[in-house]
T-cell receptor
């Protein structure tokens, strides 16, 4: 299953399938990007990050892809499990020193169908 | 090692009352950030503090909102004369240095104004 940017805020995927969540970021000066997972009633939980000098980074079952040309970020989750059901948030941070704030997208709600 | 601790988890205030939200950063973290999440919206940056200093308050409403991070004790986000529109989840995050050295969120305080 695949979502497109923030215009499709929900995504349903069969358990065991791979999922792709997309995010279009706005600031061309951003050079650090993070994906967070937010479960109902909880705070955002760090999943994976990537800097602008990379275009791909892999973690455990997750891969983040960065396309700076079109300002696009994606999160791939392999072999989805019921525990992956959550809202996934992308965040960006610009490179200027001292600017420590993150700008978040609205998020995509991922539902894993058993 | 306890994570970022926020209290209370839930807070109900009547219109016109004051709300005080507390955040204890992770051990060894000296940078604190406050974010607000309105219903069905993304996380919005409010303020960034270091011990005894406000570094960036560009996201704070001009009136009624204030934040501090004293030399001793937790960071406090204070909202005076609350209104219904202040109802939201308020999240605190902390980091040891810069945003890309590990930015950890707490579980949030859910403020309801009645």
């Amino acid at each position: 299953g695949e979502s497109v940017g923030l215009h499709l805020p929900t995504l349903s995927v069969q358990e065991g399938d791979n999922s792709i969540i997309n995010c279009a970021y706005s600031n061309s000066a951003s050079d650090y990007f993070i994906w967070y997972k937010q479960e109902s009633g909880k705070g955002p939980q760090f999943i994976i990050d990537i800097r602008s000098n990379m275009d791909k980074r892999q973690g455990q079952r997750v891969t983040v892809l960065l396309n700076k040309t079109v300002k696009h970020l994606s999160l791939q989750i392999a072999a989805t499990q019921p525990g992956d059901s959550a809202v996934y948030l992308c965040a960006e941070n610009p490179s200027n020193f001292g600017n420590e704030k993150l700008t978040f997208g609205t998020g995509t709600r991922l539902t894993i169908i058993p | 090692n306890a994570g970022v601790m926020q209290n209370p988890r839930h807070l109900v205030r009547r219109r016109g009352q004051e709300a005080r939200l507390r955040c204890s950063p992770m051990k060894g973290h000296s940078h604190v950030y406050w974010y607000r999440q309105l219903p069905e919206e993304g996380l919005k940056f409010m303020v960034y503090l270091q011990k005894e200093n406000i570094i960036d308050e560009s996201g704070m409403p001009k009136e009624r909102f204030s934040a501090e991070f004293p030399k001793e004790g937790p960071s406090i986000l204070r909202i005076q004369q609350v209104v219904r529109g202040d109802s939201a989840a308020y999240f605190c995050a902390s980091s040891p240095n810069r945003v890309d050295y590990g930015y950890t969120f707490g579980s949030g305080t859910r403020l309801t104004v009645v």
